[in-house]
């Protein structure tokens, strides 16, 4: 039995360093140490051996057993940071390597004539004026001599708070107003006015 021991130590411990996968060495863990593997067969005829030899073999096929289960422990940490690495190599990103181009959007044609109309009319001595989206009724309506039964006072009119008195911005002529009331007459050669809408 002696024998026995030392030929499964000597035969799993070659086989199990040769290994190259981890299922080849969970299958040598079952072949060797499992409920129906060879060192487990062995121990089974522990039996049939003389009292002042039982110790003496228990004691080497503890020792047998160990030493299997290290060897199949350090193996499997070898197969891991092999696999590790393997996947490391396939999954490596060389930086070096150029990125994709992005592909950048380019301004909508509608803006572009926009942008053409304006450098016109600025180059004519005209200037680009901008204004709030709601503005104060005198300067929407009443400075520019809007009559208060005006068609365009009803349909644009917001009902005011208690403490203002304002109204959507009209489609063209509520900077107008403002400008006026702040620059000396003749200053400039116009105005042109873009509604925010209109951007």
Same mark, same amino acid.
């Given at each position: 039995?002696?024998? #026995?021991?030392?030929?499964?130590? $000597?035969?799993?411990?070659?086989?199990?360093?040769?290994?190259?996968? @981890? /299922?080849?060495?969970?299958?040598?863990? !079952?072949?060797?140490?499992?409920?129906?593997?060879?060192?487990? @067969?062995?121990?089974?005829? &522990?039996? $049939?051996?003389? @009292? =002042? =030899?039982? *110790?003496?073999?228990?004691?080497?096929?503890?020792?047998?057993?160990?030493?299997?289960?290290?060897?199949? %422990?350090?193996? +499997?940490?070898?197969?891991? #940071?092999?696999?590790?690495?393997?996947?490391?190599?396939?999954?490596?990103?060389?930086?070096?390597?150029?990125?994709? *181009?992005?592909? !950048?959007?380019? $301004?909508?044609?509608?803006?572009?004539?926009?942008? %053409?109309?304006?450098?016109?009319?600025?180059? &004519?001595?005209?200037?680009?004026?901008?204004?709030?989206?709601?503005?104060? =009724? +005198?300067?929407?309506?009443?400075?520019?001599?809007?009559?208060?039964?005006h068609p365009?006072?009803?349909?644009?009119?917001?009902?005011?708070?208690?403490h203002e008195?304002? +109204? /959507?911005?009209? #489609?063209?002529?509520?900077?107008?107003?403002?400008?006026?009331?702040?620059?000396?007459?003749? +200053?400039?050669?116009?105005?042109?006015?873009?509604?925010?809408?209109?951007?």
């Open positions: 039995m002696k024998a #026995q021991l030392e030929a499964i130590r $000597k035969g799993a411990l070659e086989a199990i360093s040769a290994t190259q996968a @981890a /299922a080849d060495l969970e299958a040598l863990r !079952v072949k060797y140490l499992g409920k129906k593997g060879e060192l487990t @067969a062995v121990l089974k005829q &522990m039996g $049939k051996l003389a @009292a =002042e =030899e039982r *110790p003496v073999i228990g004691q080497l096929a503890n020792e047998v057993r160990a030493a299997l289960e290290t060897a199949i %422990e350090s193996q +499997s940490r070898i197969l891991e #940071q092999a696999a590790l690495e393997a996947k490391l190599t396939q999954e490596a990103v060389d930086v070096t390597i150029p990125g994709k *181009p992005i592909e !950048v959007g380019h $301004k909508h044609p509608m803006y572009t004539a926009l942008d %053409e109309f304006k450098e016109i009319f600025i180059n &004519m001595g005209f200037e680009i004026m901008d204004g709030p989206e709601i503005e104060q =009724e +005198s300067y929407n309506f009443t400075k520019l001599n809007t009559p208060a039964d365009g006072t009803g349909c644009l009119h917001r009902p005011p708070a208690p008195s304002g +109204s /959507a911005a009209d #489609q063209g002529h509520f900077c107008r107003s403002g400008v006026s009331g702040s620059r000396r007459p003749g +200053s400039g050669a116009g105005k042109l006015q873009l509604h925010p809408a209109e951007y």
